[in-house]
C-alpha cells in the first residue's frame, strides 16, 4: 500500500513537471488548517516532510489572510500561529483588508495557476475547486502522513486534447510537406516547355537551309526558260523617217 502511494505521487509530480513547468525548488502554501493538521498528528518537521513527499528541495509559504484567520481562532490555535510565524509570508495582494484564507488561496491559484504553487489545505472544497483548474496542485494530511492530490480527470484531458490537436497539426503540415516534394519532383521529371526557363530554345520552324535542293535531269530546263521559248516575242517593227522635200532640194544642189 505505502509502495503504491509513493508510486502514484512520484507520477503526479512527473504530470506537474512535464505539463506545467514546476520546477524545484517547489513553491508550497499552507494554511492555517494544514500546520495545524500536521501539528495534532505530530508532524513538525514540515519542510522534510513535504520534499520528501515531492522529491525535492521546497520553499513554504504562508499568506497574511491566514494569519489573521489564525488571530480570530482563539487560544487553541496558538500553537498553530507559533508555527505559521516561522513560515514566510508570501504577499498574496489583500494587505489592506484580509479576506477568508479560502478566497486568498483561490485567487493566489487563479485560473493557470502560473506561479507553480502546491496548495496544502485540509479544505476539501478548496482542494476541489483547485483540481479544476488546468494547472492546480495541492495536498492534504492524513492519519497516515502527506498525500498529494492526483490529477484530475479535466486536468487529463486538457492536457489529451492539447496533445491531439498538436498531432493533427503536425499530420497536416506533414502532407502539405510530402504534397509539395511530389509536385516539384513531377517538374524535375517532366519540364513545362511553355516557362520562361525553355521558351528561348522552342523551334519556331523548319530550317529552309537544312533541305538539299532537287537536281534537274539533263535537258530539263528550268520553268522559265521554257516559258520564253514556247511564248518568242514578236519583233519591233522599225520606222523609217520621211524626209521632207526641203531638204532633198538642198541635197540636190
Known amino acids: 500500500m505505502r509502495r503504491k502511494k509513493h508510486k502514484h505521487t512520484r507520477r503526479a509530480v512527473k504530470f506537474y513537471k512535464i505539463h506545467h513547468g514546476f520546477r524545484e525548488p517547489y513553491k508550497v502554501v499552507l ?59 508570501y504577499k498574496c495582494g489583500h494587505d489592506d483588508k484580509a479576506e477568508p484564507t479560502t478566497d486568498c488561496l483561490r485567487s493566489l491559484v487563479g485560473e493557470e495557476n502560473a506561479g507553480h504553487f502546491f496548495v496544502g489545505t485540509q479544505d476539501k472544497q478548496l482542494r476541489t475547486a483547485i483540481s479544476k483548474v488546468p494547472a492546480g496542485a495541492s495536498m492534504f494530511v492524513s492519519v497516515n502522513g502527506l498525500h498529494l492530490e492526483q490529477p484530475s480527470a479535466k486536468q487529463e484531458k486538457v492536457i489529451n486534447q492539447a496533445a491531439e490537436d498538436q498531432q493533427g497539426l503536425q499530420a497536416s503540415d506533414l502532407k502539405a510537406k510530402v504534397l509539395k516534394e511530389v ?60 524626209v521632207s522635200q526641203n531638204q532633198d532640194a538642198t541635197k540636190a544642189d
Do not use: W
Open 31 to 89: 494554511d492555517s488548517s494544514f500546520v495545524h493538521a500536521l501539528l495534532q498528528a505530530n508532524l513538525k518537521e514540515a519542510t522534510d516532510l513535504i520534499a520528501g513527499l515531492l522529491g525535492g528541495q521546497v520553499r513554504l509559504f504562508t499568506t497574511r489572510c491566514a494569519m489573521h484567520e489564525l488571530k480570530t481562532l482563539g487560544k487553541d490555535y496558538a500553537d498553530t500561529y507559533k508555527a505559521c510565524k516561522k513560515i514566510q509570508l
Open 183 to 242: 509536385v516539384a519532383a513531377k517538374r524535375r521529371a517532366k519540364p513545362d516547355i511553355n516557362t520562361s526557363i525553355y521558351r528561348h530554345n522552342q523551334a519556331k520552324g523548319p530550317n529552309p537551309m537544312a533541305f538539299k535542293k532537287k537536281k534537274r535531269k539533263e535537258g530539263q530546263r528550268k520553268p522559265a526558260e521554257e516559258a520564253v521559248v514556247s511564248e518568242p516575242k514578236e519583233k519591233r517593227a522599225r520606222k523609217r523617217r520621211k
